[in-house]
């Protein structure tokens, strides 16, 4: 089953979205927190394979891949760990999100198949320019897996339409004109970009950047089909908090998703 089947079936069931995010080799026991992401009820998760030069990832993401780098963390490494997983984390589709230099780097054959091989179902390339996309998403489409590209707040009408198309898996919503990192309050232009992508595409819309607390996320999934939550929560894990803690900050985002979607329940 693909990435947007599945996103698509929780949709249709009537749940909005949730997608935590892990930086792949972080801590020794980062699948840990991977495997608790799960049990909290992530309907997918994101792994970052650690690049030396990020360009969209603010402070906290940077903190997480220099640590992850320092610790000698590839992506072979972290591809390998992720072929390991076993139990109810396995059965969550993993979307691996890195950088275009990686993929040029091994091909994006060789790339798209190791994704595969890994148990990775999606992938997100933020510096990739969607006139240049073609080579990898055909590549992926050969390897099953699904080319998520993103929007911003920025994006005039007629490359909306065309990012709404050509997207697989969902469409990750940017909030915010910026880098990722926690935020107080959610833009209104995510709710603005959340609705002029749902006008464009039936595609599950996902608005990530700043999601920080339960509140942002409710908010947040008024326009969209869900959420990505990235620095809040790898901030507690450089904090040196739990798998145990981290997940039931996610399990609280999950509850307050469900109470908003099912108020009655």
């Keep these: 089953m693909t990435l947007e089947t599945r996103l698509r079936r929780r949709r249709a069931a009537g749940h909005k979205l949730l997608m935590p995010y892990v930086t792949g080799g972080v801590t020794a026991g980062w699948l840990d927190h991977l495997r608790a992401f799960a049990d909290a009820g992530a309907d997918a998760i994101e792994v970052g394979l650690p690049f030396s030069d990020p360009t969209v990832d603010g402070?906290?993401?940077?903190?997480?891949?220099?640590?992850?780098?320092?610790?000698?963390?590839?992506?072979?490494?972290?591809?390998?760990?992720?072929?390991?997983?076993?139990?109810?984390?396995?059965?969550?589709?993993?979307?691996?999100?890195?950088?275009?230099?990686?993929?040029?780097?091994?091909?994006?054959?060789r790339f798209c198949a190791a994704l595969r091989d890994a148990g990775v179902s999606g992938l997100i390339v933020p510096d990739l320019p969607l006139d240049e996309?073609?080579?990898?998403?055909?590549a992926a489409a050969v390897a099953s897996v699904d080319l998520v590209l993103?929007?911003?707040?920025?994006?005039?009408?007629?490359?909306?339409?065309?990012?709404?198309?050509?997207s697989r898996g969902f469409v990750y919503a940017v909030s915010v004109m910026g880098t990722t990192g926690e935020r107080t309050t959610v833009a209104d232009s995510a709710e603005a970009l959340a609705n002029r992508l749902r006008d464009a595409t039936d595609r599950p819309v996902l608005v990530g950047f700043g999601i920080?607390?339960?509140?942002?996320?409710?908010?947040?999934?008024?326009?969209?089909?869900?959420?990505?939550?990235?620095?809040?929560?790898?901030?507690?894990?450089?904090?040196?908090?739990?798998?145990?803690?981290?997940?039931?900050?996610?399990?609280?985002?999950?509850?307050?998703?469900?109470?908003?979607?099912?108020?009655?329940d």
């Design 59 to 109: 402070a906290t993401i940077q903190e997480a891949t220099h640590r992850a780098l320092a610790r000698g963390a590839t992506t072979r490494s972290v591809l390998a760990d992720l072929a390991d997983l076993a139990g109810a984390a396995a059965d969550v589709p993993l979307v691996a999100s890195t950088y275009y230099n990686l993929v040029v780097h091994a091909g994006p054959q």
């Design 212 to 264: 920080s607390t339960a509140q942002h996320a409710v908010h947040a999934a008024r326009s969209a089909d869900g959420v990505v939550v990235g620095a809040a929560l790898m901030r507690q894990v450089l904090d040196g908090a739990s798998p145990y803690d981290v997940g039931g900050y996610l399990a609280r985002m999950r509850r307050a998703l469900d109470q908003a979607a099912h108020p009655t």
């Design 133 to 138: 996309a073609d080579e990898l998403a055909d």
């Design 150 to 166: 993103l929007a911003a707040p920025t994006t005039p009408p007629p490359r909306l339409a065309q990012i709404a198309q050509r």
